[in-house]
T-cell receptor
């Protein structure tokens, strides 16, 4: 079945550092790809998404590009802030199927 | 803004009790989902529903049941709670897939402790 693998955390960065969180997927068809973020004490919220190969999703300074050839959707941000501290989930969905999530990566940004 | 609300943020129950977790969405979404979130395991799908009175098993339905009598409300039921059901429970909804893919909107979660 479909699956998502993302890098283990926790990831600890200093403010203004560059962030990459790796995500690779396995799917039988052509899934849409998502990054969700969970801030402390809250539910998940959509950060960005991409629905086809070579699409780039972006939001709040975060970016991810749908790479079909490497089955990847890595999350990047050029300069992280303390307020970016959260758990990040990569996910995929094929037509008419619920989301499949990775296990999450906890990011801590220190001032 | 879409709002998904869950009846409790924190809940403590005893082994063997029947537990109801309620979820309500206010945007006329067709689809609703229940997940549990555990450290190191991420989110795992328990049950979902694409329409009123419809339900589908997810990846880990054992020990749970659901009810969807009205479009806006999706209840998760633990018939006889056990300690291994101690977890964070997250409800989500999405508009309608229509053969495509929709963004899911999540509630704040209910942290359930079974003693």
């Amino acid at each position: 079945g479909d699956s998502v693998t993302q890098m283990e955390g926790p990831v600890t960065l200093s403010e203004e550092a560059f962030l990459t969180i790796n995500c690779t997927y396995t799917a039988t068809g052509y899934p849409s790809l998502f990054w969700y973020v969970q801030y402390p004490g809250e539910g998940l919220q959509l950060l960005l998404k991409a629905t086809k190969a070579d699409d780039k999703g972006s939001n709040k300074g975060f970016e991810a590009t749908y790479r079909k050839e490497t089955t990847s959707f890595h999350l990047e941000k050029g300069s992280v802030q303390v307020s970016d501290s959260a758990v990040y989930f990569c996910a995929l969905s094929e037509r008419n199927t619920p989301l499949v999530f990775g296990k999450g990566t906890r990011l801590s940004v220190i001032a | 803004d879409v709002k998904v609300t869950q009846s409790s943020r924190y809940l403590v129950k005893r082994t063997g009790e029947k537990v109801f977790l309620e979820c309500v969405q206010d945007m006329d979404h067709e689809n609703m989902f229940w997940y549990r979130q555990d450290p190191g395991l991420g989110l795992r799908l328990i049950y979902f529903s694409y329409d009123v009175k419809m339900k589908e098993k997810g990846d880990i339905p054992e020990g749970y049941s659901v009810s969807r009598e009205k479009k806006e409300r999706f209840s998760l039921i633990l018939e006889s709670a056990s300690t291994n059901q101690t977890s964070m429970y997250l409800c989500a909804s999405s508009l309608e897939q229509r053969g495509g893919v929709d963004t899911q909107y999540f509630g704040p979660g209910t942290r359930l402790t079974v003693l």
